[in-house]
């Protein structure tokens, strides 16, 4: 698995990112930060790169990070505020 962090150049192409994001049935889970343009995710690593790939030819992604996610590091990521399919949590 692995975290995705995305930054884009305006709020028309973040948004747009997130509903592919939100459609994708192997994205585990997501969040949005609308104050710095960021979209984060996590999923599978061959089938997140294909995600990202289509988002890049959407236009607007200006950085994209990555970083595997180790195993036991969840409790790192447990008062993060996610979105899960249609609900949002901040702890």
């Not at 028309?12 to 459609?23: I, K, M, N, Q, S």
Request: some cysteine; hydrophobic content about 40%; proline content about 2%.
């Amino acid at each position: 698995m692995r975290v995705y962090v995305l930054h884009f150049e305006n709020m028309g192409r973040l948004t747009r990112a997130f509903g592919r994001v939100l459609e994708d049935a192997d994205v585990e889970s997501s969040m949005i930060e609308r104050e710095g343009m960021r979209l984060r995710f996590l999923g599978p690593r061959e089938l997140a790169e294909r995600l990202v790939e289509k988002i890049y030819q959407d236009g607007g992604l200006t950085w994209c990070s990555r970083h595997d996610v180790v195993a036991g590091a969840g409790a790192s990521l447990a008062n993060a505020p996610i979105h899960v399919r249609g609900q949002s949590r901040v702890s």
